[in-house]
Every structure is written in structure tokens, then in C-alpha cells.
């Protein structure tokens, strides 16, 4: 047990934490957190659902058919800032002096392929006439040219782009209008997530750009609403201060400032898991924020989309008639079998092989407990190397096989035989989810019951040049949504199109060929 002053439990209760959480969270520290064990990656056929044309048209009909009388919302993270965007930037601010050294010579020097690619692009950049018109300087060489482009970009008194929140940069050009990722997961919303005209989003948000994201809304919601005939309820949330993990120093004691209060860190996007629960839709898509589209593909993100929550309602329709029965009289042992049948076929459950020798109230209980429990349909994408948790079939510390999303983070790479589970993975997660919250009755699951406090992280930091571990919570799509059933499904690749780098702009599903 930590001793913790007044000061200290004044600090908690400020942030809504209690002195139990923090012991439990050193607890963990000193524990460990285990590796995840793979049984197998999940594959098309084993795990993974892979539709024909014909069948996604048929679940695309069923959810227009169907979603008329449902609650639908889109719930976007979009907290993060777009530092991590213009890095290569800030290091050619940093090392680059016009005055001294040509570009060319620069770019042999440091062999700086990402700004070499910057420059090629610049002029396709969306952003490249509003940053080119403020530039009031001359500039005598290329080298003094793009210094002077990129400071105007990220210096703090100018355009200070370093400190935006990604989702309200400049992502698409169309002729001299440049669209936002807010802008495009509005005209995303208007084509799958809207009932009776209207679509409700909710994008959770650092509380020091609620203000850019209100003034962006009021400037665009009447010429997005006129072109897509929907009438927008747009609400944001924070991430949580009680969602913040205690830090630690190399001997696992809470690591403290120089004025000697505890240190604190974000939870990381596992923490949204609360702002989640919030919600009360009946229909929930998630969808990063970064992840946008210009038109050209917009009609296949919708049909992928439209594809995922047909899945959702027709498999929870037969879900919630099977939990409506179970909730009444006894049931044959031929229904229950074929309850059972639905559990492993539809929904990806496992039962153990000592199932079949509980006696009929156990199985009953079993059962019960299965399929009272939210529901996940996720898109996953054919692995093309890009960075992100995949499709495994793990086994739990209580014997349990499941279907999660599992990141490389949390496997453990010096076991050869996990290693090549982890390598065989066909597919990965482009956070592309549909959720079912609620059960038969239209009540709200607690979702906070349905996570597994065993799937967060412990990393290594520093402060101020002091080494720290640092805990993240389970992820929102991992271990946060570990006890969900879940149903994998496979879509286009078009459908993924995420902005790591600033570069990744000038990829062809962001540049826009014709003028909306």
C-alpha cells in the first residue's frame, strides 16, 4: 500500500479518482501486464466474413430496410493534434538554414526523403495557395522558397498548423474551397448514419480546441447541409481527467513533479470507452478521424458501411429473439442447442469442452450470459503493411477462446511460435466498427462491464530527463471492447485512407480529380 499525503488525495479527488484505482493501477506496475496468447490469426472462413456482391447488396437493402426507426450515430475520436503529422517539418525548421546551404545540398546531406517528397508534391498540397498567398517575403533561391512556405505552415504566429487538431486541417482541394476531415465525416454522415434527414455525430475532443471545432461547424454546416438535404446534431465530449493513469518511476513508487505532486498521464483512445457509454444510439459507427474520403469513393465507403450495420441488425435481430425467449419459460433442449448453434455460427463464441456436461440450468445461465452482451461488427482490411492491431482468435488467462483485435505491442515477439501466429495475420484493423449497445428491451449495456483490465500497456517514458513507466488503458477496439461479441467482416481497401504524415495528402484518394 502507497502512503498518499492530504496534498495528494486532494490531487485524486480534483481529477474524480479514487485512492483505489491508483492502488490498483501500482498494482499492475508491479505485476505486469501478461502477453496476449494467439491461438491463431483469423482468417476468411475462421473469424473473418467475406461477402460476395450479391450478398452486400442483400445487407446493405436490410439495413435501409430496417435502420428507418433506429437512433443512428457516428462517434469520431478526434482528440489527437496534428504534430506528429508535420515531423519531418519541424526538423527542417529546425536544421535548415537558407542562408548557408542550398536545398539540394541539404537534401544530399541528410538524405531526407520525406521532404524530398514534400517539395515534389508542394503544389498539390490542399493547403498550398492559402499558405502561398501569405507569404509576403521574397525568396531568392528554392531553398529560402520552402523555408519560408513551411514556417509560415507551423510557426506558432502564423498559421501554427503543428498545434491544430488534425481533424481541422485543410485534407481536400476542390477548386478554391479546401475541405476539413470534419467537413467530409459530415458529407460521410449524410449517406449512411442519417434517419429522417438528419445524422448526429459526436466527436470527442481536447478541451482547448472545442472552439475551432464550434467556429468550423457555424461556417460550413449551412452550405454541407443544403448540398447533402440533412440537417446536422453535432456534440462533443473530453476525454475523461478520472480516465488519467498514475506514473511510476523504475521502482514502481508514483512518480512526482518537481513540485512534488503526483504525475498524472492521458489514458490513451481506451479511455473513450467512457465517452462511449454515454451514448444512446441504437446504431453506433466509429471511425477515426484522420480516415476520410474525397467523392469519387465516397459511394463505396457508404455501401461498406451500410454492408457492416446490415450485419449488425440482421444478426441481432435473431439475438434479441433468442434472449426474449430465454427470459421466459424453460426452453427444450433442441431450442437451446440451436441458441447455442447461433452463439458459435453467428456471433464467434467459444464454449468450453466442458459445456456439454453442465447440467441444463448451468448451460442455461452460460448461454444467457452470452448473448446478453454488446455487439461489434468491425471492417478489416487485406494487409498491406500498414502499422495496426489484426484479427486473432486469442485464449484468456481463463481458458476462453475469442475473436479480438490484438496489437503487435501486446504480443510476445521473443516467442517464435506467437511470432508466427502474429506474421500469419491476413488482415488488420482500420478502425472501422459498427456497435449494438443495447439488449432485447432497448436498454443501454454498461459497457465499463464489459472490459478487460488485463489488455492495457506499460511504457517507458521520460520527464525531464527522470526515466517513468507510463500505463495506457485497453484499447477502445482491444481489450476496452474485449467482452463484446464480435463479427469481423472484410472491406475495401478504398475504405482506409488514414493521414499519418503530411505526405500521405498527396496520395491519390486525397486528391480530388473533379470539383464537388
Request: aromatic share 10%; proline share 5%; hydrophobic share 35%.
Amino acid at each position: 500500500m502507497i502512503q498518499l499525503s492530504e496534498r495528494d488525495l486532494q490531487q485524486l479527488e480534483s481529477k474524480g479518482i479514487t485512492k483505489e484505482i491508483v492502488q490498483r493501477q501500482i498494482g499492475t506496475f508491479k505485476e505486469g501486464i501478461p502477453f496476449v496468447r494467439l491461438e491463431k490469426a483469423a482468417l476468411v472462413d475462421d473469424g473473418i466474413l467475406k461477402f460476395s456482391e450479391d450478398e452486400q447488396t442483400r445487407m446493405v437493402r436490410y439495413f435501409e430496410e430496417y435502420s428507418g426507426p433506429l437512433s443512428l450515430l457516428k462517434f469520431v475520436p478526434a482528440s489527437g493534434a496534428a504534430s506528429r503529422m508535420f515531423k519531418a517539418l519541424f526538423n527542417f525548421l529546425d536544421a535548415y538554414d537558407p542562408d548557408r546551404e542550398s536545398l539540394e545540398d541539404y537534401l544530399r546531406r541528410t538524405n531526407d526523403a520525406d521532404l524530398r517528397q514534400f517539395w515534389k508534391g508542394l503544389s498539390d498540397f490542399p493547403f498550398y495557395n492559402l499558405v502561398q498567398n501569405r507569404i509576403s517575403e521574397k525568396a531568392s533561391t528554392r531553398g529560402k522558397e520552402l523555408y519560408l512556405f513551411v514556417k509560415e505552415m507551423m510557426s506558432e504566429n502564423t498559421l501554427n498548423y503543428g498545434f491544430y487538431p488534425k481533424g481541422l486541417l485543410p485534407f481536400h482541394k476542390y477548386g478554391e474551397n479546401v475541405a476539413t476531415p470534419f467537413e467530409e465525416h459530415l458529407i460521410e454522415a449524410s449517406k449512411y448514419a442519417k434517419t429522417e434527414q438528419k445524422a448526429n455525430l459526436h466527436f470527442t475532443i481536447s478541451p482547448q480546441h472545442e472552439e475551432m471545432f464550434k467556429k468550423e461547424f457555424d461556417s460550413v454546416k449551412e452550405r454541407v447541409s443544403a448540398k447533402t438535404n440533412t440537417f446536422y446534431q453535432v456534440e462533443y465530449s473530453y476525454q475523461k481527467p478520472s480516465t488519467d493513469t498514475i506514473a511510476v518511476d523504475m521502482e514502481n513508487n508514483p512518480f512526482r513533479d518537481n513540485d512534488g505532486s503526483l504525475l498524472f498521464r492521458p489514458g490513451g483512445h481506451g479511455a473513450l470507452i467512457e465517452n462511449l457509454n454515454e451514448q444512446d444510439a441504437d446504431v453506433i459507427f466509429i471511425k477515426n478521424i484522420d480516415n476520410v474520403v474525397v467523392p469519387e469513393v465516397l459511394e463505396e465507403v457508404s455501401d461498406s458501411k451500410k454492408t457492416l450495420a446490415g450485419v449488425l441488425l440482421e444478426v441481432q435481430q435473431k439475438a434479441f429473439e433468442y434472449a426474449r425467449l430465454l427470459d421466459g419459460d424453460p426452453l427444450e433442449n433442441e431450442k437451446l442447442r440451436e441458441i447455442e448453434k447461433f452463439l458459435t455460427n453467428r456471433l464467434n463464441v467459444k464454449f468450453s469442452n466442458s459445456f456439454p456436461s453442465l447440467d441444463i440450468t448451468e448451460q442455461v445461465e452460460i448461454i444467457k450470459d452470452k448473448i446478453n452482451r454488446p455487439i461489434r461488427v468491425c471492417g478489416m482490411v487485406k494487409n498491406e503493411g500498414e502499422p495496426g492491431g489484426g484479427p486473432f482468435w486469442i485464449r484468456d488467462r481463463h481458458d476462453t477462446i475469442s475473436l479480438q483485435i490484438v496489437e503487435s505491442a501486446q504480443v510476445d515477439m521473443n516467442n517464435s511460435t506467437q511470432v508466427s501466429i502474429f506474421r500469419n495475420s491476413t488482415h488488420f484493423n482500420p478502425v472501422d466498427l459498427v456497435c449494438g449497445i443495447k439488449d432485447y428491451k432497448g436498454t443501454k449495456y454498461n459497457l465499463l462491464n464489459f472490459i478487460d483490465p488485463k489488455q492495457g500497456f506499460i511504457t517507458g517514458k521520460t520527464k525531464e530527463g527522470r526515466e517513468l513507466k507510463a500505463l495506457e488503458l485497453p484499447g477502445l477496439w482491444n481489450g476496452a471492447m474485449a467482452f463484446w461479441n464480435t463479427i469481423f467482416v472484410e472491406v475495401p481497401l478504398s475504405t482506409f485512407n488514414p493521414v499519418k504524415t503530411v505526405n500521405d495528402l498527396l496520395k491519390p484518394s486525397h486528391q480530388v480529380s473533379n470539383a464537388r
